[in-house]
């Protein structure tokens, strides 16, 4: 094993290897595709927890018991890329790399023997590292040892080599008794609005809180004495925030449903492109999983999403996610479904913007929440159902308006409004 400094280099002997990033306290663990210019081709050449893979390269998380690691495949990186470079970051909120020195291994992939390592030395004030790369040369792959710091965390180390980088606004405050945890105030990860894979479970998205969502506003007009609607009157319109317990005849509807979502343009002629998908939670608000028109199957098959549609034309609902309620396995505590404008027009530029449930063995509609308002912004959240203590599904009529282009920007403020 060769132990690097910076600057120094090996060639690689193995066509596959694993680059470790492994440090006291959790790290959140990047790779970046980068061409000639040094810049990423597009948002789809940063490889993360919520984007895992690329071609030739993936990510692998260690589960929070071992390191997550960068894996490169240099016999499926495409021609154009030179070189990959590996990044980390204390997955804490401000925390820097002081006295909490990172280890990169290199390794085979396949064998998992260890190729060399390398620890940055004399770490202070930094967020985050270019820790090792794997390049090209000549023909030639090679790895090198970096240790470049940040003082801005991962959002500098992707501005500097071309990741787009939206600004969010903070997540609108929710109505929750006064005992509950505060959403924290983490930075974003910088590739919070690339396209598009979601990722695997993965306890960072957000910190531990009751299952349990706020209840409705006690003004809601359509709320029961016991604050929330059911299924035996027949179909059901909801209101912002109001909330309808899919039950019918005092049982719970574990049936296969259809939500359905659509829109139209505002202006005759001008297409718009909104997409739209739902993103799983476990019961501590953990991103388990996103489904939308790149991912089409989610949780074993228990939410599936029916493809893109790229205009909004046409009557009835543009998009489709079908989710079999009585499949959806015991960690996923909560779906939000969303609508977001990939070439970035505005809301206020879509009409007739909905989202219906409906039985999918019947077709009959369930219930049913137009949006009667809307901002200029490019992502809202449409609806989310909630498994209850009981078993039961509850849907909540949302509405609410986030500065998104894509559902990866909407993990964040979704989970906030579980």
Same mark, same amino acid.
């Given at each position: 094993m060769t132990a690097m400094t910076p600057g120094s280099n090996i060639p690689l002997s193995a066509a596959r290897v694993a680059v470790d990033v492994a440090a006291?306290?959790?790290?959140?663990?990047?790779?970046?595709?980068?061409?000639?210019?040094g810049k990423v081709r597009s948002d789809d050449d940063f490889i993360f927890y919520n984007q895992p893979s690329g071609p030739g390269v993936t990510y692998r998380s260690g589960g929070g018991t071992a390191p997550d690691s960068i894996v490169v495949d240099t016999a499926a990186v495409p021609?154009?890329?030179?070189?990959?470079?590996?990044?980390?970051?204390?997955?804490?909120?401000?925390?820097?790399?002081?006295?909490?020195e990172p280890t990169a291994t290199v390794r085979d992939a396949d064998s998992g023997s260890v190729l060399a390592s390398f620890t940055p030395p004399r770490l202070g004030a930094e967020t985050a590292l270019v820790v090792i790369e794997v390049y090209r040369r000549q023909?030639?792959?090679?790895?090198?040892?970096? &240790?470049?710091?940040? #003082?801005?965390?991962?959002?500098? /180390?992707?501005? *500097?080599?071309? $990741?787009?980088?939206?600004?969010?606004?903070?997540?609108?405050?929710?109505?929750?008794?006064?005992?509950?945890?505060?959403?924290?105030?983490?930075?974003?990860?910088?590739?919070?609005q690339a396209y598009p894979q979601a990722a695997p479970a993965d306890p960072r998205i957000a910190p531990p809180m009751p299952p349990m969502p706020p209840a409705p506003p006690a003004a809601a007009p359509a709320?029961?004495?016991?604050?929330?609607?059911?299924?035996?009157?027949?179909?059901?319109?909801?209101?912002?925030?109001?909330?309808?317990?899919?039950?019918?005849g005092g049982r719970p509807l574990l049936s296969r449903v259809?939500?359905?979502? &659509?829109?139209?343009? #505002?202006?005759?002629?001008?297409? /718009?492109?909104? *997409?739209?998908? $739902?993103?799983?939670?476990?019961?501590?608000?953990?991103?388990?999983?996103?489904?939308?028109?790149?991912?089409?199957?989610?949780l074993n098959g228990a939410v599936k999403h029916s493809g893109d549609n790229l205009t909004g034309e046409g009557a009835g609902d543009d998009e489709v996610i079908v989710v079999d309620l009585g499949r959806i396995p015991a960690e996923a505590t909560g779906l939000v479904f969303t609508v977001n404008s990939f070439t970035g027009q505005k809301f206020t530029e879509v009409a007739k913007a909905y989202c219906r449930l409906l039985d999918a063995a019947t077709g009959e509609e369930l219930v049913r929440f137009d949006l009667s308002s809307t901002e200029p912004q490019t992502g809202v959240m449409m609806a989310k159902l909630i498994r209850q203590f009981t078993g039961e599904w509850e849907m909540t009529a949302m509405g609410e308006y986030v500065k998104s282009r894509t559902v990866r920007g909407m993990v964040k403020p979704a989970a906030a409004a579980l």
């Open positions: 006291p306290v959790r790290l959140d663990v990047s790779g970046l595709l980068l061409s000639a210019d021609p154009g890329i030179e070189k990959i470079v590996v990044t980390a970051s204390p997955d804490a909120a401000g925390q820097t790399f002081q006295g909490i023909g030639a792959w090679k790895a090198r040892a970096v &240790g470049q710091g940040y #003082a801005n965390g991962l959002a500098g /180390i992707a501005t *500097d080599f071309g $990741v787009t980088v939206e600004e969010e606004p903070a997540p609108a405050a929710q109505a929750a008794p006064p005992a509950a945890p505060a959403y924290p105030q983490t930075p974003a990860h910088p590739q919070a709320a029961a004495s016991s604050g929330k609607i059911n299924l035996d009157k027949g179909r059901v319109s909801l209101q912002k925030n109001q909330t309808v317990s899919l039950v019918k259809k939500m359905g979502l &659509g829109w139209e343009p #505002a202006f005759r002629g001008k297409d /718009i492109d909104l *997409d739209a998908s $739902v993103i799983a939670y476990g019961p501590d608000r953990k991103h388990l999983d996103s489904c939308y028109f790149g991912k089409l199957s989610i």
